[in-house]
């Protein structure tokens, strides 16, 4: 999330910059630099408002989360890729990994959903997609009691709606 928040700000000091220098050509009439830092400030404004997004969703599935461990492999139809991140957090709403978020829930029927989760003594596996794609996530949860498995289950179950299948305990 820290990376997010950090691209923000330098897309915001981006936009600022060049506004402030189309306003100072502007006014030294160099019309075609001005033209040249409009369409900077167009295309910073329009990252700005994509990464601003990207904050809004990563700090409503950090303030919702579920569950948060320390790395991720996630694995998309025969591809298989290990993120080491700072920190993995499973929400309500979606699944951050890194920088990287993925959502569930927002497009209706036919969106990106959560549709299982299985949790073993050292793994917690999540399978969601549409009908298009649909991704694996293995998590190395760090759970020791089965007190604590059967919480978040009990969790995910709530938030979710979608049953946990806990084995090996």
Known sequence: MKL????RNEYVLLFAASIFLAVWLGAKFMLEAVFAFGAISLISLLLLLRQSRLLYDATLIWDNRILAVPSALVSTEGSFRQAYTEETVISTFGILIGSEIYRWGLDGVHGVRLSVVQIDKERM????GDRDQTMRVELLHGMLHKQTVVE??????????????????
């Open 4 to 7: 997010i928040r950090k691209r």
């Open 152 to 169: 978040a289950a009990q969790k995910l179950l709530h938030e979710t709606g979608v049953t946990a299948d806990i084995t090996g305990w």
């Open 125 to 128: 596996y999540l399978t969601f």
